[in-house]
């Protein structure tokens, strides 16, 4: 690590036609009360404006590019390319960071075992009015989280020698690469909680959808190679919360059930 105290960490965001909403992000980076801080922006070649953004930062902004890529693991890969941090922490163009995200997970670091693979906090969940709705994100722990995925991925620190030891992200997955690259350290996996809330995060998009299932079924049973039939039951019950969750949103309520 470049220090003991103050590594350089490097905040990546795959961005595509995110004009009314990158802004947001950006200024959720620059704010940080930590410093030592890249942030590396890997467009997908987008035409509605948001170039225009990336160049208004451009000398706030550490790096970032714009070309045509396959997708947000596609893009983060790139990103991963152009980082130099000793820390890599993945946030969408929807997201925003809190302002002691970053200062919080260094602190924690020097407290505890630097020598952490990957270390995890927690979310929280937002309406469109940016209200809070639910917290969420749970401590790695491979017998659980072979099953499902109980942690929050947005804003979680990854050690660069994270993707030395694993690789980079399979760009055969649309939406739970993150996961899959996690399962890829089954019980070896050196992974830290902090339970502090990092970011905050609109409900939606297409994590919010019956195809997260789809995958995570692939995911648990190819890579952290789970029972097809224990996996089938585990991934019915976590989509009947999901539809649970999804019926009472639609008229207004918004509920949290157990991980």
């Given amino acids: 690590m470049q220090s003991e105290k103050k590594p350089l960490i490097t905040v990546i965001t795959a961005t595509y036609n995110s004009l009314d909403i990158i802004e947001r992000c950006i200024n959720s980076v620059l704010s940080q009360t ?69 200062e919080n997970y260094v602190e ?22 940016n209200k809070v709705i639910r917290t969420l994100g749970w401590a790695w722990d491979w017998r659980s989280s072979r099953k499902r995925n109980n942690i929050a991925h947005p804003g979680s620190f990854h050690s660069k020698s994270l993707f030395a030891k694993y690789g980079k992200y399979n760009t055969e997955y649309g939406i739970v ?20 809330v990092t970011v905050r995060m609109e409900v939606g998009g297409i994590s919010d959808s019956y195809r997260v299932y789809l995958e995570t079924y692939k995911a648990i049973t190819r890579t952290g190679k789970l029972n097809k039939i224990v996996a089938g039951l585990d991934i019915l019950k976590e989509y009947s919360k999901f539809l649970i969750r999804r019926a009472f949103r639609s008229v207004g309520i918004n509920i949290a059930l157990k991980k």
Avoid: C, Q
């Fill in 34 to 102: 930590y410093k030592n801080v890249e942030h590396v922006i890997v467009d997908g070649a987008s035409k509605d404006g948001t170039v225009d953004i990336l160049k208004k930062y451009s000398s706030e902004t550490t790096k970032w590019i714009s070309e045509p890529d396959t997708g947000v693991y596609d893009a983060w890969n790139k990103g991963i390319d152009l980082s130099k941090g000793d820390w890599i922490l993945f946030i969408g163009a929807d997201d925003a960071l809190y302002e002691d995200a970053i």
């Fill in 108 to 129: 924690y670091l020097n407290n505890n075992d630097n020598t952490y693979d990957f270390v995890s906090s927690r979310i929280h969940i937002t309406n469109s009015k």
């Fill in 177 to 196: 690469g993150d996961y899959e690259l996690l399962l890829r350290g089954r019980d070896e996996m050196k992974a830290g909680f902090m339970d502090k």
